[in-house]
C-alpha cells in the first residue's frame, strides 16, 4: 500500500478500519447457521452460495470443536437460581442498519524523516561553515551599526589587502616585478595583524574569496595557493577553535586553487540566501551585496547573467539615492560592454547630476567607491578603444581616490600607468610627460616606502636579539633578474 498507493498506516489502523466495514475473516455462529438454512446476509448475497455454505460448515464445526474440548464448569449456586426474566428486545436494538461501501480512501502522502546531513566535499564544508559565520554575524548584530568601529576596521582591511593585492598584478604585468612583490609582501604582511579578519564586516568572506581567486585566474596559481595556507593559519593563530570564524577561515587552506572560481559563485548564491532570511527586505546591505557580487562576477565573465543581481534603479532609490550611483555606473559598465557608447555617455551625465547634489549630504556617498567604479568604466572604455572616454572616466576615479593616502597610490600608479599609454598613442606630449613624471614620483615613494618598513623590522630584530646577530630574513619574493624583459605573466 506505501508502495503503490503512498498510505501509510499501523497495524492497528488498518484493523480498525476492517472493523469499521464489519470485515471478518470467520463468521459468527449465528450468521453461519442462517447460511445453512438457506438464507444470505444481506452483505453477502453476491458471493457464491455454495462457497458460503462451506464456510459456514467450517465456522460451525469449529465452534462445536472449541466447545467440546473447553471442561464443562461447575454451576455456581447463583445459576441454580431461576434467572430473572430478559426485558423485552427494542424494536431499536433489532433494527438491521445496513452498511455500505466507504468512499474511496483519500491518498495520503507521507513525507521521509530527513537524512542526515552529509559533507561531502571541501567545497560544501565552506559553503556550511560559510551560512555559520552569516548567521553569527546576524546574532551580533554588528550589520546593523554600519558607523561602528569594528565595521570600519574590518572594512579598512579587506580594502587593503585587496589593494595591494591589485597593485602587484598590475605592476608585475607591466614589467616590475620587484615593486609587484613589494605589494604583495604587504599584503602578506598584514596576515599579522591579530585584528585582520575578526570584524563581522559582511564583505569579509567573499572579499577574501574573491581576491584569492582573481589572484589564482591572472596567472598566479602559487601566490593563491600561499594566500590560502595564509589565512588558515591567521585562524589557528589568532582565532577560538570554537568560533565560527575559526571554521570558516580554517578551511581556507583546505581549497584548491582551481576550483575557486566555481566555488565564488556557489558562494555567492549561499550567502545572499542567508542574509535574505534574517534581515529586512528593503536593507541597506541586501543592495550592497547585490552591487559587490554582480561586479566581482563581471570580473570573472564581462558578460555574465546579472539579472538576479541588479535591482531596478528606481527600487535601490527607494531604499538608498547614494547606492543608485554605484549601479548607475555599473549599468553604463555594462553598455559600454555592449557598444551602446552613447546610451553609457547619458547614464554617467545622470551619475555627475546625483554626485552633485550628494556631495551636499554627509555620509551619503563613499567617494573611494565612486573612484574605483570610475576606474572600472575607464578599463572598459580602454579595451573598447574609447581612449578619450578612457581617459576622461581614469582623471575622474584620480579625482575621488587620492585623498585615501593608505589605499590610493596602488591606484594611482594603475591610473599613471594606463594614461601614460594613452597619451603616447594619441600622441599628447604634454600628457605623456605629465603622467611619466607622477607615475615615477609613486614608484620612488612605494620603494622608499618598502626600504622604510624592512628598515623598521631590522631594527625590532637587533632590540629582540640583545645585541646578537639578527636571524637571516627569509624573502618571499624570488631574486629579480637583471634583465630588462619583463617577466612572463603568471611565474614566479
Not at 556550511?128 to 568601529?149: E, I, P
Not at 637587533?462 to 631574486?479: E, I, M, Q, V
Amino acid at each position: 500500500m506505501k508502495d503503490e498507493h503512498g498510505l501509510w498506516a499501523s497495524e492497528k489502523m488498518y484493523k480498525n478500519k476492517i472493523k469499521a466495514w464489519g470485515l471478518r475473516k470467520y463468521l459468527k455462529e449465528d450468521e453461519a447457521k442462517q447460511i445453512i438454512e438457506g438464507e444470505a446476509p444481506t452483505a453477502s448475497r453476491n458471493l457464491d452460495l455454495d462457497a458460503l455454505k462451506r464456510k459456514a460448515e467450517r465456522a460451525l464445526k469449529r465452534k462445536r470443536s472449541r466447545k467440546s474440548s473447553q471442561p464443562q464448569p461447575s454451576p455456581q449456586p447463583s445459576e441454580l437460581s431461576p434467572a430473572p426474566s430478559s426485558p423485552p428486545p427494542s424494536p431499536v436494538s433489532e433494527a438491521m442498519i445496513l452498511w455500505s461501501n466507504p468512499a474511496e480512501l483519500r491518498q495520503t502522502v507521507v513525507v521521509p524523516s530527513p537524512e542526515g546531513f552529509r559533507i561531502a566535499s571541501v567545497a560544501e564544508q565552506f559553503l556550511f561553515n560559510l551560512r555559520g559565520w552569516t548567521h553569527d554575524a546576524f546574532v551580533h548584530g554588528d550589520w546593523d551599526a554600519m558607523s561602528s568601529t569594528q565595521h570600519n576596521r574590518g572594512r579598512q582591511a579587506s580594502r587593503l589587502l585587496s589593494s595591494s593585492l591589485t597593485a602587484g598584478l598590475n605592476l608585475f604585468e607591466n614589467g616590475k616585478p620587484d615593486l609587484a612583490w613589494a605589494q604583495w609582501n604587504k599584503a602578506f604582511a598584514g596576515f599579522q595583524n591579530p585584528e585582520l579578519f575578526k570584524s563581522w564586516y559582511y564583505e569579509i568572506p567573499m572579499a577574501l574569496l574573491f581576491e584569492v581567486g582573481r589572484v589564482a585566474q591572472s596567472g598566479h596559481p602559487k601566490l593563491a595557493a600561499l594566500l590560502l595556507r595564509s589565512v588558515q593559519r591567521w585562524a589557528h593563530t589568532f582565532l577560538d577553535p570554537k568560533d565560527s570564524r575559526y571554521a570558516l577561515f580554517s578551511v581556507f587552506g583546505e581549497l584548491e586553487v582551481d576550483q575557486l572560481r566555481e566555488l565564488y559563485t556557489r558562494a555567492a548564491r549561499s550567502m545572499y540566501d542567508g542574509l535574505e532570511t534574517r534581515i529586512d527586505k528593503r536593507n541597506k546591505l541586501l543592495y550592497e551585496v547585490r552591487l559587490n557580487r554582480a561586479l566581482d562576477l563581471l570580473w570573472y565573465d564581462p558578460e555574465a547573467d546579472l539579472t538576479e543581481w541588479l535591482p531596478q534603479i528606481s527600487e535601490v532609490d527607494s531604499v538608498s539615492p547614494g547606492l543608485s550611483v554605484y549601479f548607475l555606473l555599473l549599468q553604463a559598465y555594462r553598455l559600454v560592454a555592449q557598444d551602446q557608447f552613447d546610451e553609457a555617455e547619458e547614464i554617467c551625465s545622470q551619475v555627475q547630476r546625483r554626485l552633485t547634489t550628494l556631495k551636499e549630504i554627509p555620509g551619503s556617498i563613499d567617494l573611494w567607491r565612486v573612484g574605483l567604479a570610475y576606474r572600472r568604466l575607464g578599463r572598459q572604455q580602454h579595451a573598447k578603444e574609447r581612449y578619450a572616454d578612457a581617459r576622461r572616466s581614469f582623471n575622474t576615479a584620480l579625482k575621488y581616490v587620492q585623498n585615501n593616502n593608505e589605499l590610493s597610490k596602488s591606484v594611482l600608479i594603475e591610473i599613471c600607468q594606463r594614461q601614460q599609454s594613452m597619451a603616447n598613442m594619441m600622441q599628447d606630449t604634454e600628457d605623456v610627460f605629465f603622467w611619466s613624471r607622477m607615475l615615477e614620483s609613486l614608484e620612488q615613494d612605494t620603494k622608499a616606502q618598502v626600504i622604510e618598513e624592512v628598515k623598521d623590522e631590522d631594527e625590532d630584530d637587533d632590540d629582540d636579539n640583545d645585541g646578537s646577530p639578527p636571524a637571516k630574513r627569509k624573502r618571499l619574493s624570488p631574486k629579480p633578474g637583471r634583465s630588462s624583459t619583463p617577466a612572463r605573466r603568471g611565474t614566479w
